[in-house]
């Protein structure tokens, strides 16, 4: 019985009784090798995470590693998949191509694919690829893998969503940009010690399961404290536009991790008009996310905008089956970026919708110094009450939607703030105070006057209010302002709450912020 098939271009090399069908482009002028059958089930995945998690972790074994220390940067982008070899898994219509091993991504993928309860490997070859006569890549071996995966758009257009090194993935969203990412799993995010990084080992690419997705990916994750079972169902044309995900995940902790984070999503945040003392670039603001948005399992939408910390600092929403979060780039206007290169205006948000109930926990935000545009120094995610710990099994599903901006809610959401000099003008400042001014837009302000009853309520901790909160609507616009002044106690951050109500009932998100003494802030997103 021989042991491997050989897909060609146009047809099917059978060196055994039975075809497995592989759509390869037609074009193609090299073989697809594939490795022997095996059967596949997604819950032979999860059996598979289970036994492993009851061993020692064993680290990928790299092969040739000083070749692929070679491939630098610029070398790694000089190697291109075929479009010639572009394939589609059995049952899809989905393109898909492969990413090349290098310097910053040298532990071995393995990829498969699979038809109906067989999966067999794709075996790497160079003729996979285009690269330069002299490219390191050419003295590797057959032996290595591959660094992961992507989807291309009809037509082998640009591709719209990609996984790439350890658990991270991403797609480009509505506006075609690349911008955040997602990843699988996040361990020991924002502490003292390093932080672990769980990496997906296998991936399985097979027909949609559910109507509407254009693929279904199974991925092995494993790391020193974990191991999972995940499956990843792709959608690019999802209900109200962008992109969908839908991820189930079983995990089994080879011992217990100080901090875990589901769900993680990562991003860049440098600087803003609000914060541009952070910045020594040309261009006004420099961001992938402005903030983080939730909704909490009691109905409450939260925002609280992102920072550039002096150090890193780690924010806790305590919570309940949370209803969603997720990093946003509300500020969609390009002349507050003036960046035609890559677009910041254009990246995509994230929002993460669970599906069931997640129980205690806290979304966390971690933030991180940067003094550039290529750290992600931006991570959200659930951190649930429940620790995980030797044996210890846990599962999760949820839905991310890559789209414009959060999902907008039945109130008034904020969009402008800023900070300066306490007191009205002319006429003195109040102490040693600030004032924070908030600007809300929302259709459930649409007719309200300054003789409505809406009122501010403001909290401030570590601090006092200097003068009464105030919210009216603004002349000539739709928007409403709420501000008042205050004066901190000492030099540490102080959090505040702000939001308008009517009649005891909210009318706003709460605007939730640090606050630093004498720091002079102002953002504008309209």
């Known amino acids: 019985m021989p042991t ?134 050419q003295q590797l071996p057959n032996t290595i893998g591959f660094a992961g995966f992507r989807v291309m758009r009809p037509g082998l257009k ?133 903030g983080l948005a939730l909704a909490t399992g009691a109905g409450e939408r939260l925002w609280r905008p992102l920072n550039n910390p002096l150090f890193p600092t780690t924010s806790s929403f305590s919570d309940t089956d949370p209803r969603g979060f997720g990093l946003s780039q509300r500020d969609r206007d390009f002349l507050h970026y003036q960046d035609d290169g890559v677009f910041y205006n254009r990246r995509a948000s994230v929002w993460v919708e669970p599906l069931g109930e997640w129980g205690q926990g806290a979304v966390q935000l971690v933030e991180l110094p940067t003094d550039d545009e290529t750290m992600d120094n931006i991570v959200a995610y659930w951190a649930p009450a429940q620790k995980g710990g030797e044996g210890v099994e846990m599962d999760f599903a949820y839905r991310l939607h890559w789209v414009e901006r959060d999902p907008v809610p039945n109130v008034a959401t904020v969009i402008a703030t800023r900070q300066g000099h306490s007191g009205v003008p002319g006429q003195g400042r109040l102490g040693n105070g600030d004032k924070l001014v908030i600007d809300f837009e929302g259709e459930i302000l649409n007719g309200l006057a300054r003789d409505s009853g809406v009122k501010a309520v403001v909290s401030i901790a570590r601090g006092k209010l200097l003068s009464e909160p105030a919210a009216w609507p603004i002349v000539d616009t739709d928007f409403w302002r709420l501000a008042f002044d205050f004066e901190l106690d000492g030099d540490e951050p102080a959090e505040v709450r702000a939001y308008m109500e009517k009649d005891g009932e909210a009318l706003s998100e709460t605007f939730i912020g640090q606050l630093l003494p004498g720091r002079m802030i102002k953002t504008a997103q309209h």
Do not use: N
Not at 55 to 68: F, K, Q, T
Not at 82 to 104: M, W
């Open 4 to 137: 491997r098939r050989t897909i060609v271009s146009g047809s099917l090399a059978l060196l055994g009784a039975s075809a497995f069908p592989l759509r390869v482009s037609a074009d193609s002028t090299d073989a697809l090798d594939l490795g022997a059958a095996e059967t596949f089930r997604f819950d032979t995945l999860v059996d598979r995470a289970r036994e492993m998690s009851g061993r020692p972790y064993e680290p990928p074994h790299i092969i040739a590693g000083d070749v692929l220390e070679a491939i630098d940067y610029d070398a790694h982008w000089q190697i291109r998949y075929r479009d010639g070899a572009t394939f589609s898994p059995p049952g899809t219509t989905a393109e898909v191509q492969l990413f090349h091993q290098g310097r910053y991504f040298r532990e071995p993928v393995h990829m498969f694919v699979v038809d109906g309860v067989e999966a067999r490997e794709i075996l790497y070859r160079k003729s996979y690829f285009e690269m330069p006569d002299d490219s390191p890549a």
């Open 158 to 290: 640009p591709d719209w969503v990609s996984f790439l090194g350890a658990s991270y993935f991403r797609t480009d969203g509505p506006e075609g940009q690349y911008g955040l990412s997602a990843r699988g799993l996040a361990i020991d995010t924002g502490l003292s010690q390093p932080e672990e990084f769980p990496r997906f080992s296998h991936f399985y690419l097979a027909a949609p399961e559910d109507e509407g997705d254009d693929l279904t990916v199974y991925a092995l994750l494993d790391s020193r404290s974990v191991t999972g079972a995940y499956k990843f169902g792709l959608r690019r044309d999802a209900v109200g536009g962008g992109h969908a995900t839908t991820v189930s995940c079983r995990l089994f902790f080879r011992r217990a991790v100080e901090r875990l984070g589901i769900a993680p999503l990562t991003s860049m945040y440098w600087y803003s008009e609000r914060d541009e003392r952070f910045g020594t670039d040309w261009r006004p603001e420099i961001h992938d996310s402005d």
